[in-house]
C-alpha cells in the first residue's frame, strides 16, 4: 500500500537536496516541494517561530523505514519533523504509477 510522507526543512537547498536523494535512491516516486510555511512551536522551552519548506513524498509503506532512516542521516534538524500518512484510496492508475516507479 502506498503512504505519503510530511517532512519539514529549513530551506530549500535542503529540500531539494532530501528529495534528489529519496528519489535517486527509489525510496520515494515523487516529492513535493512547498515553500512559504512559518512554523510556530514549543523547543526547549521557548516560543519559536521559523520559515521552513514541507515535503509531501509519495512512497509505499514497505519503503517507509528505509525513507526514515535516509531523512534521518541526511536532516540537519536534531529532530526532524517525521509523519507518515497511510492512504486508504486514490486515483488507481496513479496509484500504480507509484508502485512502478519504486519497483
Known amino acids: 500500500p502506498q503512504t505519503r ?6 530551506d530549500t537547498d535542503t529540500a531539494r537536496k532530501l528529495a ?8 520515494a516516486a515523487c516529492v513535493n516541494i512547498v515553500p512559504g510555511l512559518e512554523s510556530v512551536y514549543e ?5 519559536e517561530r521559523d520559515a521552513e519548506v514541507l515535503l509531501i513524498i509519495k512512497t509505499r509503506q514497505d519503503h517507509y523505514a528505509r525513507l526514515e532512516e535516509t531523512i534521518q542521516q541526511h536532516h540537519p534538524y536534531e529532530l526532524p519533523e ?4 497511510s492512504l486508504d484510496g486514490g486515483l488507481q492508475d496513479y496509484l500504480q504509477w507509484i508502485d512502478n516507479a519504486l519497483e
Do not use: A, S
Open 5 to 10: 510522507v510530511l517532512c519539514t526543512c529549513p
Open 82 to 85: 517525521i509523519l507518515r500518512v
Open 43 to 47: 523547543w526547549q522551552g521557548k516560543v
Open 20 to 27: 534528489d536523494q529519496l528519489v535517486g535512491q527509489r525510496l
